[in-house]
Every structure is written in C-alpha cells, then in structure tokens.
C-alpha cells in the first residue's frame, strides 16, 4: 500500500459488506487480492511445488493447487493458528496435495525442506493483515473491532502490543510510530501515550484509538482514521514482520530452483521498498564498490525481474476497495 494509504490490507471485502477496516467475514466471502496476476506470474503447472508462505484465508493457495492439478503440490504457512484451521477446511479436497504448518513464513528455510519442500517452482508471498484477523475483537488488530492490545498472529510467542506501550520509553515509541508508521506527529503521540499511563494503562484498542484521535490535528478532509499509522507500527514491531520479509526473500534464493518463481504482494511502501530493492540487488549481483573497474566480489546476479510492479485493477478496487493498495512483483531465479 502506498504511504498514503497505511492500512489497506491484503483480505478481500467480507460478505456480508463490512466497514472500510473490515467487519464480521465468513470464509466463503474471503476474496484473494490480484489472484489473476499471482497465478500468470508463479506459472504454476502439473506436478510442481508451489509455497504460499502467508495462507490467510487460502483463497490464493486454493487457485495455485487447482492450477497445478492433478500432481501439484503445496505447502502452506502462516503464524496464524485460526489461519491454518480455516485453509484446513478450504483445502481438504485436495487431500495431500495440500501441506498445512503453523509458522512464520520467516523460518521458511528451516520448515519448507523439513515438509519434503526443499527445491520449489514457486513461493508466495502476501503480506500484511487478513480481514479476518482485523474482525477478530480479541487481539486488538482493528480500531472499529476493538479488544485488547495484542496484535500478535501467533499469539504463543512475543510481546503484545500492550506490553510495549506499558514498558518503552517516549523515545522509543517515537521512534518506533516514525520507522514503522511514518506517523508525522509521532512524538506527539507518544508523550500522550506516557503521560496517560501515569494515570491508567493503555491496553484496549479502543483506548489507544481515542488518545491518538486526541493527539493529531483534525485536518479538513481524511481517508483514514488517525490512528491507522501507529495501529501499523504497532503491529510491525510486535510480529518483526519487516525482519521476517527480509529472512523470508533470502530463503527464495535457497528454495527455489533454477525457472522456479518468487511473487510477493506488499501493502505499504515500508515492505515494497525492502522487495524492489531486493529483487535489483540480486539481479544485479556484483556488489563491488561503484570505484573498483572490475568486479573482484564474484557474486552472480541470482534472480530475473519478471516487469515493472503491477497494481490492482479499477475493476477488483470496485469489488474489494481493500486491494487498492496492492502491489505485485515477481522475479524468477536463475542458475548461479
């Protein structure tokens, strides 16, 4: 998503229709963001192995495993345990063509040859938050949903959000609305934040809603709620998701095989701009200072670029206005 739009994120618009932060979803209303695309760009064919590392509500996975019929095969990943039952379901009629674990897509070199996915054609991944998770009143992911301040997606490890607003100083929240939520009144916020746990903790999301909505100046037209940049940041910092991109795009270079294809959708500049400089980087390979005449790194370029960056269509922005923040890219590995 665009820095405009900070929280747009990747589910697809809940039926029955739901508010602009998404609302109550069942399962068959879930619409996989850009499916089109994913599927034109992984290429997936007969007998392949494919990685949806960020499963969500498995709409993607499910259009790779019909794609890949009939001997195609698929590993699943997400932190997410309420994520996994629910694939769980939506997937059984593929039977062990589909490989459900519960993990972040962060440890995917250590858990994708474990599950017999050692070498793969194609790896997804879809990042950002599920509508579902933003309807979930318990884990405070949503400002409108409300709930404790938890934000983790999996909710056996790490810090909740709660526990950080209670614990770092105003320096540190500064600096943590700023790099993850390039909120422009961030030291504003904080000092708000510590002054009113002086009096009571900050521990629901309604709570943290309404003292930001206090701190930022009402400007005369607004798109988003003012909270949206810090529920953001937040919600980073406590999954380590800009760290878990990055483990997540060096085990690509790992897993997939020569031909094999990395397509990731990003919702924020923050995690798009970590992908395109990726992706340059390893299509460039030499990284020899630009003073050396001649590359002594011997480092070869190890992806393609498959295009330009591709975003959502007027047409599924109309159906899933959540998507309009969506952005494609893809690259295919090359042998070394």
């Known amino acids: 998503m665009s820095s405009k739009d900070p929280l747009d994120e990747k589910s697809g618009t809940p039926r029955p229709a739901a508010s602009p932060e998404g609302g109550a979803e069942v399962e068959l209303g879930h619409l996989p963001v850009m499916v089109d695309e994913v599927i034109e760009t992984l290429a997936p064919r007969s007998d392949s192995l494919q990685i949806d590392a960020t499963l969500g509500g498995a709409g993607h996975a499910e259009r790779v495993l019909d794609a890949s019929s009939p001997g195609g095969r698929l590993l699943g990943l997400d932190a997410d345990e309420a994520a996994i039952a629910r694939s769980a379901r939506r997937l059984a009629r593929f039977g062990d063509r589909a490989v459900l674990r519960q993990a972040n897509f962060g440890q995917l070199a250590e858990i994708a040859p474990q599950a017999g996915f050692a070498q793969v054609d194609g790896l997804l991944l879809d990042l950002g938050l599920s509508s579902f998770q933003l309807a979930d009143g318990e884990r405070g992911f949503g400002f409108r949903t409300g709930g404790r301040l938890d934000m983790r997606f999996d909710t056996s490890r790490g810090r909740p959000a709660a526990e950080l607003l209670a614990t770092m100083g105003q320096g540190e929240l500064t600096a943590l609305f700023r790099r993850y939520g390039e909120e422009p009144f961030a030291g504003r916020i904080a000092r708000n934040i510590v002054e009113q746990r002086g009096h009571s903790p900050v521990e629901t999301a309604e709570q943290l809603a309404a003292l930001v909505e206090r701190a930022v100046p009402a400007p005369k037209a607004r798109r988003t709620h003012p909270a949206t940049r810090v529920f953001q940041a937040l919600r980073i910092a406590v999954n380590d998701e800009l760290g878990a991109l990055e483990a997540g795009l060096a ?8 031909g094999g294809r990395l397509v990731v ?21 030499c990284i020899c200072p630009p003073q ?5 790194c011997g480092r070869n370029p190890s992806l393609r670029s498959l295009g330009k960056s591709r975003t959502t269509s007027a047409v599924e922005v109309a159906a899933n206005p959540r998507s309009r923040s969506a952005r494609l890219r893809g690259a295919e590995r090359i042998a070394a």
Do not use: T
């Open 292 to 296: 050396v005449p001649i590359c002594v």
């Open 265 to 285: 959708l990003s919702y924020h500049s923050l995690e798009d701009r970590i992908v395109k400089r990726f992706i340059a980087a390893e299509q460039h390979g």
């Open 251 to 258: 085990s690509s270079l790992v897993l997939l095989r020569p």
